[in-house]
Nanobody
Framework: QVQLVESGGGLVQPGGSLRLSCAAN????????MGWYRQAPGKQRELVASMTTSGTTNYADSVKGRFTISRDNAKNTVYLQMNSLTPGDTAVYYC?????????WGQGTQVTVSS
């Protein structure tokens, strides 16, 4: 049974940093394209960052230069380092694993940026 478990969310002040983790159980992250999405209240879920199996990354324009996606296949874990956070980054962040017809989501972790 495949399970993606996010952690690392929380409340942070504007300008602060957080690192999200996504631990994958029951699947090897090395053969999946991995991504982070977020959904703010009243908005659609949007792609934040993604990384292919070959290491190619893609970022939403709104987070370029501030967020970094990385993966440790030995630990079956994907990370999202978030710096210079703003209130606009407040959302539930979801981990995603995609390979062909297979598409898995985590349960999400809340990130709140507020003073």
């Amino acid at each position: 049974q495949v399970q993606l478990v996010e952690s690392g969310g929380g409340l942070v002040q504007p300008g602060g940093s957080l690192r999200l983790s996504c631990a994958a159980n029951g699947m090897p992250t090395s053969i999946y394209d991995m991504g982070w999405y977020r959904q703010a209240p009243g908005k659609q879920r949007e792609l934040v960052a993604s990384m292919t199996t070959s290491g190619t990354t893609n970022y939403a324009d709104s987070v370029k230069g501030r967020f970094t996606i990385s993966r440790d296949n030995a630990k079956n874990t994907v990370y999202l380092q978030m710096n210079s956070l703003t209130p606009g980054d407040t959302a539930v962040y979801y981990c995603n694993a995609h390979r062909g017809i297979f598409n898995y989501w985590g349960q999400g972790t809340q990130v709140t940026v507020s003073s």
